[in-house]
């Protein structure tokens, strides 16, 4: 008796630990509380069925049926979804003529990413994964001076972009 609750006691501890050091990488999303604490807004779709929570940096919004778009003056992010029978490699293969001037791509089981240069001031960055036939993604530009800063916004975008299964 006494080893099987020393057994347990030590899964339980191993079970918190892990879960501690999940969180801090970022290997899970953001809770909703600490999400609101950073000052994060969402977007649910419903026609495409995913949410996505984003950093509230944006002055203005435009929605459509399978996305929005918001803008400020130094930034775009524009999020979308989209039937497609093509697979990842054509999609991430287009991706790459469209954004020619592209550096740190990353090809995945079911997405791909890439940074591209926009202009000479300007970078953006392309994100998108393959869902139960649908491709759901987004671009994100702003200045190429303030990667590092977009670049957690980037991380946090990406740890919070939800799909649900089509009934």
Do not use: H
């Not at 049926?65 to 775009?76: P, Q, R």
């Not at 990413?113 to 036939?133: N, Q």
């Amino acid at each position: 008796m006494k080893k099987l609750r020393a057994v347990l006691l030590i899964l339980i501890f191993m079970f918190l630990f892990s879960s501690c050091s999940r969180i801090e990488r970022g290997e899970t999303p953001l809770t909703e509380s600490y999400l609101k604490e950073l000052g994060y807004l969402e977007y649910t779709n419903q026609n495409y069925l995913y949410l996505i929570r984003y950093p509230d940096i944006f002055d203005s919004s435009e929605e459509y049926d399978n996305g929005i778009v918001l803008t400020s003056d130094e930034a775009k992010l524009s999020v979308w979804a989209t039937k497609s029978d093509e697979s990842l490699e054509d999609s991430f293969n287009a991706a790459k003529q469209t954004f020619s001037d592209y550096f740190d791509e990353q090809l995945g089981k079911n997405k791909y990413s890439l940074f591209y240069k926009d202009g000479e001031t300007r970078t953006g960055y392309y994100y998108a994964m393959k869902y139960f036939g649908n491709f759901y993604g987004f671009k994100f530009t702003f200045p190429a001076d303030k990667k590092e800063e977009y670049q957690k916004y980037i991380e946090n975008i990406i740890k919070n972009f939800l799909i649900t299964e089509p009934k």
